[in-house]
């Protein structure tokens, strides 16, 4: 029988608290390190990489050769879904993705049928990088939350404040409600697709929860990814999953509470007394970094992880940003971050 390898943030996610806490970055494989910007001229655009399992391994592995994180996140993007689903999609530098938006007759168009098929090479890739990740090392796997996926492929482009896709949801709610069927199913497949080639845990990043009044907020964020955990873990007993509801501020309890993740993923914007006082002190929680204080670094970054380490201690917690790491961030600042963290 193979020894069991211990590895700290799965064992975080199931709620068990370590020594020191894990750490990983969002978005930590990108545009900040050289080695992923030469890697990046191989492919002809952002979903050409995604899409070549040689590259895609190679950028997930980068951020773990440089600096000493507990986990590997599949290197991907959340609208391989809609991509997988006919809708087209692309990615434009200085823009960010664009896709033909979708109407009523559109979302009737989507073909759900082959969508693993189309996503073979993404499952490809979480193959090899369970076959050569060191065995303490968490591999994460995701996908985005129906909604937020949604109000890209109903507004065409990202949006400050969904407006195209809130307002198709009240004016079509019976259209809308198919569309997040479909991504609920897709979505299912998808990620248990991911664990059975190999992820330990995975997350679902519902980058969109804001802007959204209580009633909106319980039918597109967390009746979705309730059906999406429950979905997964009738096919995957005991699934660890990560919810990161952006935005939530308030919802957070209710988000964490009605959907069963494992691990609440917090934002750089929730305080850190809300989460001491208002959510359960068993529940996991990752974060919550402001990005903009890595990129700042010196006692701007460092007061700020002192903080966050000092109110999350008495609980099980993952170190992380509370958004993606942005390209501006000096290597050298993320080699301070994990050595605080890692040192205390």
């Given at each position: 029988m193979r020894p069991v390898t211990h590895k700290p943030l799965l064992d975080t996610v199931l709620g068990r608290r370590q020594e020191r806490p894990p750490i990983w970055i969002m978005r930590q494989a990108g545009r900040y390190l050289?080695?992923?910007?030469?890697?990046?001229?191989?492919?002809?655009?952002?979903?050409?990489?995604?899409?070549?399992?040689?590259?895609?391994?190679?950028?997930?592995?980068?951020?773990?050769?440089?600096?000493?994180?507990?986990?590997?996140?599949?290197?991907?993007?959340?609208?391989?879904?809609?991509?997988?689903?006919?809708?087209?999609?692309?990615?434009?530098?200085?823009?960010?993705?664009?896709?033909?938006?979708?109407?009523?007759?559109?979302?009737?168009?989507?073909?759900?049928?082959?969508?693993?098929?189309?996503?073979?090479?993404?499952?490809?890739?979480?193959?090899?990088?369970?076959?050569?990740?060191?065995?303490?090392?968490?591999?994460?796997?995701?996908?985005?939350?129906?909604?937020?996926?949604?109000?890209?492929?109903?507004?065409g482009r990202g949006s400050p404040d969904q407006w195209v896709a809130r307002k198709f949801a009240l004016e079509h709610p019976e259209a809308f409600d198919k569309l997040i069927d479909i991504l609920v199913a897709t979505s299912i497949d998808y990620l248990v697709a991911q664990f059975e080639a190999g992820a330990d845990v995975v997350q679902i990043f519902e980058s969109w929860a804001l802007n959204l009044d209580d009633t909106s907020f319980a039918r597109q964020v967390m009746e979705p990814n309730r059906r999406i955990v429950e979905g997964v873990r009738q096919r995957v007993p005991n699934a660890p999953i990560i919810g990161f509801p952006r935005g939530a501020a308030g919802n957070l309890e209710r988000y964490a509470a009605a959907t069963g993740v494992n691990a609440l993923g917090i934002d750089f914007a929730t305080p850190l007394d809300f989460v001491r006082t208002q959510l359960p002190p068993d529940l996991p929680v990752q974060g919550n970094l402001d990005p903009l204080r890595l990129v700042v670094g010196g006692e701007a970054m460092e007061s700020q992880v002192r903080a966050i380490l000092s109110a999350f201690d008495n609980r099980p917690h993952i170190f992380n940003l509370g958004h993606g790491i942005v390209p501006e961030t000096p290597i050298a600042h993320v080699e301070r971050l994990v050595e605080l963290v890692k040192r205390g």
């Open positions: 050289p080695e992923y910007r030469q890697t990046r001229t191989g492919a002809k655009d952002f979903l050409e990489l995604c899409y070549t399992p040689d590259l895609a391994v190679e950028v997930t592995l980068q951020p773990l050769r440089r600096f000493d994180l507990d986990a590997a996140i599949l290197f991907s993007d959340i609208l391989v879904i809609p991509d997988a689903l006919g809708q087209k999609v692309r990615f434009a530098t200085g823009e960010g993705p664009l896709l033909e938006a979708l109407d009523v007759k559109g979302i009737d168009a989507l073909e759900r049928g082959g969508a693993l098929d189309h996503l073979a090479p993404v499952l490809e890739t979480v193959r090899r990088l369970r076959a050569v990740l060191p065995a303490e090392k968490t591999l994460i796997g995701f996908c985005g939350a129906p909604w937020t996926v949604a109000t890209y492929m109903l507004g």
